[in-house]
């Protein structure tokens, strides 16, 4: 059974620092997923990751996957406070199916 | 374009009744699936619908049902409600063939009292 792993749970960071949030799966796939929710509300996708080796990179973030190392990361680069959140990475296995599995998630909250 | 829609927004219902919820997905998906986030937790799958019929299966139990319809939209039925099954329930949308996105909905906060 696929299982995904997040650390660390939760995360308090100051403004301006920098910061990276693991995520790790434990069977064989090409295609990871990192979403961020707020409170209450839904899923927001961030960025897909489909090869080993893919980086993508929107404003403050960068996602990367490792598909050898069964690793993603997701950095954040000189934080700031709209970006506190839940962060999900999210796996689809190799084997045939669809279904998304989740990570526990990391809270991030950005301290002034 | 419309993303995914769900209906209804919060709902609260006693033990030992049934709830439908529903969905639409986004314009161009062809698939749904469902998922149950409880407070505090990563969503879960529950299961996916393709062409009106179950495709995949979570670990829940049968009284967690669904059903396709021809226009796409879907929906949860849970019956005989305990008090675990309170959560967000959510809806993702998707398109077969070589598209990798899941369009989620904004979900139902369903309270079992």
């Known amino acids: 059974e696929l299982k995904v792993e997040q650390n660390p749970l939760f995360l308090s960071m100051q403004e301006g620092k920098n910061y990276t949030i693991y995520c790790n799966y434990s069977t064989t796939s090409d295609r990871l997923y990192w979403y961020r929710q707020d409170p209450g509300k839904s899923l927001e996708s961030l960025f897909v990751?489909?090869?080993?080796?893919a980086v993508k990179q929107e404003g403050r973030l960068m996602a990367s996957l490792d598909t050898k190392a069964r690793l993603s990361t997701l950095h954040i680069t000189a934080a700031v406070h709209d970006l506190s959140a839940t962060y999900f990475c999210a796996v689809v296995s190799n084997f045939g199916n669809e279904k998304l599995t989740f990570g526990t998630g990391t809270r991030l909250t950005i301290i002034p | 374009d419309a993303g995914v829609t769900q209906s209804p927004t919060h709902l609260i219902k006693t033990r030992g009744q049934q709830v439908t919820l529903r969905c639409s997905p986004k314009?161009?998906?062809?698939?749904v699936s469902w998922y149950q986030q409880a407070l505090g937790q990563g969503p879960q799958f529950i299961f996916q619908?393709?062409?009106?019929?179950?495709?995949q299966r979570g670990n829940f139990p049968d009284r967690f049902s669904g059903h396709q319809f021809p226009n796409y939209s879907s929906e949860l039925n849970v019956n005989a409600l305990l008090l675990g099954d309170s959560a967000l329930y959510l809806c993702?949308?998707?398109?077969?063939?070589?598209?990798?996105?899941?369009?989620f909905g904004s979900g139902t906060r369903l309270t079992v009292v």
């Open positions: 619908y393709y062409e009106e019929e179950e495709r």
């Open positions: 990751l489909l090869s080993n080796g």
């Open positions: 314009s161009g998906h062809d698939t």
């Open positions: 993702a949308s998707s398109r077969t063939g070589p598209n990798y996105g899941y369009t």
